[in-house]
Nanobody
């Protein structure tokens, strides 16, 4: 089992940057994959970015070139650096961990991008 706590959300103007953090309650070294998802009002939750145990990354087309996912195993933390933010990036961002025992989710952090 692993608990995930997101932080770093907030209100930012379009074109600005934010860095989200996801702190895990235990070592993430052996976790198969971790990722960030987001859910905007009235929309389904969608994948933003994932990173595997080996460091391979995957991004939604809408964020490629603007967002970067990374993991710091000694700190048990995964980050999402978000640059050139757009109003359409406004959503609750959730951290996800895929383990042999199942998927785990954080409580989410709100990101609001104003025009």
């Amino acid at each position: 089992q692993v608990q995930l706590v997101e932080s770093g959300g907030g209100l930012v103007q379009a074109g600005g940057s934010l860095r989200l953090s996801c702190a895990a309650s235990r070592s993430i070294f052996s976790i198969n994959a971790m990722g960030w998802y987001r859910q905007a009002p009235g929309k389904q939750r969608e994948l933003v970015a994932t990173i595997t145990k080996g460091g391979s990354t995957n991004y939604a087309d809408s964020v490629k070139g603007r967002f970067t996912i990374s993991r710091d195993n000694p700190k048990n933390t995964v980050y999402l650096q978000m640059n050139s933010l757009k109003p359409e990036d406004t959503a609750v961002y959730y951290c996800n961990a895929v383990t042999y025992r199942g998927d785990y989710w954080g409580q989410g952090t709100q990101v609001t991008v104003s025009t």
